[in-house]
């Protein structure tokens, strides 16, 4: 039986990208203190069900805080959760300093994944980004000194004025930084940020250019040694994101702090984007979601985002459905050139990718 992850929101950051839907706020020294005794009280008092392989710090930006405060965390995560495996911070390069990563990894982090979007100075501006390159070259040999050997760095694709040619720029300064992750995400205008405006959608790459900047970036990172395991995620051979993976294979994962979504013995929870009730409360104020997917639904839709797809004759098993008519709709995409079929496997490439809403939603006609 696979073991649970664990994932803790720290939703602190210097400023907002304009992009940004996370919650996040800008907070000081106290409210910081107070967050992690929060986050603290709930990890002791929540009830467990299985031991745990990964803790993840998502933000916000975690490495905003204090080592000591973050170490205390992974103390409490490991001994509640019997913890031992990937142990993951998102971090800033602008805010990485060689004695943070230091203090990091002594801590038990070994994992560390950097937000970068572009290596495009222009791209950068639009984005809100305040990082140069140099930043980022730094931030990956420090983490390498300190002794980490499994970084990842975001990109964005699809942002304001981005073209193949810059995106084959961006790529290939990563692929110089010898790293082993690449997370590729689509940029989406969210409502209520500050790119939710004209001015942004029309210097936007638009669907035909996004369709082949993304086709682009799949095939120009296989042929430099990144293998895509998931819609928007490509690693070297093993450093897949072993905590990423449990969303999509339908795997428990515990949650922690505002915002923060989990899922645990079926039932799907989050907490409130709210710091101070969370803080007040110790997370005690979780809600249980309403969900309108069955169990059948949810797992066909997150096993078709991974590259190696989803196995029929399981789907059948455990969820008690009848594949013919499945097979028929698969049938129809293989022959669109969008997917293929291995034995019972069924699997979206790269053109299937782009397409995923649609082909998904009909494979779901057939299931309930
Ligand atoms: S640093 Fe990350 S989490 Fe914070 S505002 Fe920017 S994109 Fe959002």
């Not at 000081?28 to 929060?38: G, H, L, P, R």
């Not at 709930?42 to 009830?47: A, C, F, R, T, V």
């Not at 990423?244 to 994962?253: A, Q, S």
């Not at 590259?307 to 789907?315: A, P, T, V």
Request: negative net charge; hydrophobic residues 35%; aromatic residues 12%.
């Amino acid at each position: 039986m696979s073991l649970a992850g664990v994932y803790v929101h720290i939703p602190f950051c210097r400023s907002k990208c304009p992009y940004c839907d996370f919650y996040s706020i800008v907070g000081d020294k106290k409210i910081q203190q107070e967050y992690v005794d929060a986050v603290l009280k709930n990890i002791n008092n929540s009830k467990k069900y299985k031991d745990a392989d990964t803790l993840y710090f998502g933000g916000g930006t975690p490495i905003l805080l204090d080592s000591d405060l973050l170490r205390q965390i992974v103390n409490a995560v490991k001994i509640k959760f019997n913890l031992s495996g990937e142990i993951t911070l998102e971090a800033n390069p602008c805010i990485t300093t060689k004695d943070k990563l230091k203090e990091l990894y002594k801590a038990g982090f070994n994992r560390i994944s950097f937000g970068m979007q572009s290596a495009n100075q222009d791209e950068l501006d639009y984005l809100g980004r305040n990082h140069v390159n140099q930043d980022i070259i730094n931030a990956v040999t420090w983490s390498k000194e300190a002794g980490f050997k499994n970084i990842s760095i975001d990109v964005m694709l699809g942002t304001p004025k981005q073209t193949k040619s810059s995106i084959k720029k961006t790529l290939d300064f990563l692929i110089a930084l010898d790293i082993q992750h690449i997370s590729a995400y689509m940029l989406k205008i969210e409502k209520g940020t500050k790119f939710d405006c004209d001015d942004i959608r029309n210097i936007v790459p638009d669907e035909d250019e996004i369709s082949d900047i993304y086709l682009f970036v799949c095939d120009y990172l296989s042929q430099n040694g990144f293998m895509q395991y998931e819609i928007s995620n490509f690693s070297k051979k093993g450093y897949e994101s072993k905590h990423n993976l449990k969303y999509w294979k339908y795997d428990d994962y515990y949650a922690f702090g505002a915002s923060a979504h989990g899922f645990v013995n079926g039932v799907r929870y989050s907490y409130p984007r709210d710091i101070k009730q969370y803080i007040q409360t110790s997370g005690e104020n979780y809600i249980v979601e309403d969900y309108d997917k069955s169990d059948a639904e949810e797992y066909l839709m997150l096993r078709l985002r991974l590259s190696e797809g989803l196995n029929l004759k399981e789907l059948s098993c455990k969820y008690n459905v009848d594949i013919n008519e499945l097979l028929k709709v698969s049938d129809k995409f293989i022959k669109y050139g969008l997917m293929q079929k291995n034995d019972d496997n069924i699997s979206l490439n790269p053109k299937g990718f782009l397409l995923s809403n649609y082909i998904i939603s009909e494979f779901m006609l057939y299931i309930s």
